[in-house]
């Protein structure tokens, strides 16, 4: 089973995940959580940010190609939550009378460093 399924089982309704440092493979976590629905735990994800001491070939040549890499992240999880059609049980109490829901995210797209180390002082900035 994938390990949005694991953490429904085990009674879970928010996990934090630091996908990967590949844009595709954590925008693969989005799909799987907005495919889920409300099954599925709340998930803060994203994009492992790091512009230095990484193996070779698994960092981008510069901070601002991290930075674009988690802008592309963020702004497809934010479109795939956008897309998502609502449903009573993701829904929060609405502020008062007479005002609408407000749905929760299943998702929310977040800034994730690997490490210090592996982050330039540009990246952290």
Do not use: K
């Amino acid at each position: 089973g994938s390990v949005l399924a694991h953490l429904t089982r085990t009674g879970t309704t928010t996990a934090v995940a630091f996908g990967s440092d590949s844009v595709a493979s954590t925008c693969s976590l989005v799909d799987a959580a907005t495919i889920a629905g409300a099954v599925a735990p709340r998930v803060w994800a994203g994009v492992v940010s790091m512009d230095e001491l990484a193996p070779a070939g698994r960092r981008p040549s510069t901070a601002q190609q991290v930075l674009e890499e988690a802008e592309t992240f963020i702004n497809y999880a934010r479109a795939q939550e956008r897309e998502r059609a609502p449903s009573d049980e993701e829904s929060a109490p609405g502020g008062g009378q007479g005002t609408a829901p407000q749905r929760v995210p299943l998702v929310e797209p977040v800034v994730t460093p690997r490490f210090i180390p592996s982050c330039s002082a540009q990246l952290l900035t």
